[in-house]
């Protein structure tokens, strides 16, 4: 199964994303922001599959996904964008960085399948 790097800032949120993902067997790593987001995905194993919010404190989910894909050793990996905001071109990145776009609240089966398509 693929390991997913989820970066959520609700805690409610990112562990019913966690105990879904995990159901399916996969192995899902949590964090609350995105700097702390790119960090894991700096020391630590490079993920199969990311699934960020926009709104995050700090550094917010466009940036992450502008960043990952200036970084070539990131700049592969498929991102699911999961958020609670209108998806407004202002907001959202462009259409060609990200792989996914799930609006909350999302139906877990929804979420799931997505998952399982990305990471096929």
């Given at each position: 199964?693929?390991y997913?790097?989820?970066?959520?800032?609700?805690?409610?949120?990112?562990?019913?994303?966690?105990?879904?993902?995990t159901?399916?067997?996969?192995?899902?790593?949590?964090?609350?922001?995105?700097?702390?987001?790119?960090?894991s995905?700096?020391?630590?194993?490079?993920?199969d599959?990311?699934?960020?919010?926009?709104?995050?404190?700090?550094?917010?989910?466009?940036?992450?996904?502008?960043?990952?894909?200036?970084?070539q050793?990131l700049q592969d990996?498929?991102?699911?964008?999961?958020?609670?905001?209108?998806p407004?071109?202002?907001?959202?990145?462009?259409?060609?960085?990200?792989?996914g776009?799930?609006?909350?609240?999302?139906?877990?089966?929804?979420?799931i399948?997505?998952?399982?398509?990305?990471?096929?």
């Amino acid at each position: 199964m693929a390991y997913v790097l989820v970066v959520e800032d609700n805690p409610t949120i990112g562990l019913v994303i966690e105990v879904a993902l995990t159901d399916e067997g996969h192995h899902v790593e949590l964090r609350q922001n995105a700097m702390d987001g790119l960090v894991s995905m700096y020391n630590n194993l490079l993920p199969d599959l990311v699934l960020t919010d926009l709104q995050l404190p700090g550094m917010n989910g466009r940036d992450l996904i502008i960043k990952m894909r200036d970084d070539q050793r990131l700049q592969d990996i498929p991102i699911m964008i999961i958020t609670g905001s209108i998806p407004a071109p202002e907001i959202l990145p462009s259409s060609d960085q990200y792989q996914g776009l799930l609006i909350k609240p999302f139906d877990l089966d929804d979420l799931i399948a997505a998952v399982a398509n990305l990471t096929a």
